[in-house]
């Protein structure tokens, strides 16, 4: 029998786009003699609509079409409840579909950050990827950083707040920037991606401004040293938290002095490797069209041009990265290097763009394997979770002697 696989993607994020883009070639990619695919597209305002219409890249063009022609969905909060619904004749609910497995390729808030995660672990249904606590960890900047400096990996020195904190301390937090940093430094907002809300500030005037602007995204900032000039090198992790390994790596190249939006998704065909598009329109399913192959597009070298010693540091600080973090699925750790061999781990996708596959195809992994190692995974997880004790058997209502007795009294005693 086929494993029914959910994919949710879309969702409401700067990233949509790229997620619709990735969705549609994971959907591409997955073996359809093994598995049935139901396309789970949330808009950008939270709605979830599933149908065929799905498939075709060329149909998000126009939105409001798109929600037309597809069917809105749901899924109860019921624990076991695999079932998706939808609303048929005189009002009554119908079921449209069943899976067995939730295979999330949403990117950045509201999804890749352990929100849908903590969905899936309420009904029941075992998702492929991070768990909520390494979704909610990776995705936010500065929680992922005092995890890894606690664990001893290299990160870029850094000084965060609030909104809060920037409205009623902002001379403190200026001067704590100015001297455990120092210009030029780069202000992210903590929990976004693709560079959205990111800009660097080489005096006091742009460091109010570029936080201003990150204010706008994130009520938690991040301000780090900015490292000029940089290379950037980024390598897939795939496995489980205790059971994993590290692709080949890749250097993105950049137009400018930050790897923008533009670099990461429209700048069109990589260089030196296959990947996009002729992936998506090959594969079983979705027609991809000739939308942009999202992170495949990138360009980019593969491999790095790294000296041996130094790419495998990137290697084992990637695997290592992804340990401490507790990751399980696929996921993507970005460095930043200082000069030659100074490596900082820079930041983590937990549900990297385009899945990374086309950093896995070029460690020898295709990107169907990649999906059938992900799915297996997950199914794993979720047997392996059935043994562990998630409720005593017993009823401490039921004993009499515990009646009447209001909680602190009748344990302050045993202290
Ligand atoms: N400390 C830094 N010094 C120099 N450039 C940086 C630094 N941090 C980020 N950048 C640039 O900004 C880009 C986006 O930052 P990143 O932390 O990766 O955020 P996002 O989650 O949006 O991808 C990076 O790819 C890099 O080009
Ligand atoms: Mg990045």
């Known amino acids: 029998?086929?494993?029914?696989?959910?994919?949710f993607f879309g969702g409401r994020s700067v990233e949509h786009e790229i997620s619709v883009i990735s969705a549609l070639q994971a959907i591409a990619a997955l073996d359809a003699g093994r598995y049935d695919a139901v396309p789970i597209y949330i808009t950008k305002q939270g709605r979830w609509l599933t149908g065929e219409v799905l498939l075709?890249?060329?149909?998000?063009?126009?939105?409001a079409a798109l929600a037309r022609r597809a069917t809105e969905v749901w899924m109860k909060p019921e624990y076991g409840d695999h079932r998706l619904y939808r609303k048929g004749r005189l009002g009554r609910t119908q079921v449209v579909a069943q899976f067995d497995v939730a295979l999330p390729v949403l990117h950045g808030t509201n999804g890749e950050d352990g929100t849908f995660q903590g969905l899936m672990e309420l009904i029941g249904i075992p998702y492929v990827g991070c768990n909520v606590l390494s979704s909610a960890v990776g995705m936010d900047k500065i929680a992922m950083k005092m995890m890894l400096r606690e664990s001893g990996i290299p990160v870029i020195d850094y000084v965060w707040?609030?909104?809060?904190q920037w409205g009623t301390?902002?001379?403190d937090l200026v001067a704590r920037i100015e001297e455990k940093i120092g210009y030029p430094v780069i202000v992210k907002p903590a929990n976004l991606g693709s560079s959205v809300g990111i800009s660097r500030a080489r005096g006091h005037a742009e460091l109010v401004r570029a936080v201003g602007e990150a204010i706008g995204y994130s009520s938690r900032i991040i301000v780090e040293?900015?490292?000029d000039p940089l290379r950037e090198i980024n390598c897939s992790v795939c496995g489980s938290a205790d059971d994993h390994r590290a692709s080949v790596c890749e250097?993105?190249?950049r137009s400018g002095e930050i790897l923008s939006y533009a670099d990461k998704y429209m700048s069109g065909g990589g260089t030196g490797t296959k990947n996009g598009g002729t992936k998506m329109s090959g594969a079983a399913g979705a027609k991809s069209g000739t939308a942009s192959g999202g992170m495949s597009s990138t360009k980019r070298r593969i491999p790095a041009d790294l000296p041996e010693t130094v790419s495998e540091e990137i290697r084992r600080l990637a695997?290592?990265?992804?340990r401490v973090l507790g990751c399980e699925?696929?996921?993507?750790?970005?460095?930043?290097?200082?000069?030659?061999?100074?490596?900082?781990v820079n930041e983590i996708n937990t549900i990297p763009g385009s899945l990374s596959f086309y950093l896995w195809e070029a460690t020898g992994l295709s990107f169907d394997k990649l999906m059938d190692t992900l799915i297996a995974q997950a199914l794993k997880r979720e047997r392996d979770k059935g043994h562990k004790t998630v409720s005593y058997d017993q009823n401490i209502f039921a004993y009499t002697g515990a009646a009447g007795a209001k909680g602190g009294t009748k344990f302050s005693g045993k202290k």
């Open 1 to 7: 029998m086929k494993t029914k696989v959910g994919v």
């Open 251 to 253: 250097e993105p190249l």
């Open 225 to 227: 040293r900015m490292i």
């Open 319 to 322: 695997a290592e990265t992804f």
């Open 161 to 164: 707040f609030t909104d809060r």
């Open 56 to 63: 075709d890249s060329a149909n998000y063009r126009d939105m």
């Open 169 to 171: 301390e902002r001379d």
């Open 329 to 344: 699925g696929v996921a993507r750790v970005d460095f930043i290097l200082d000069g030659a061999e100074v490596v900082y």
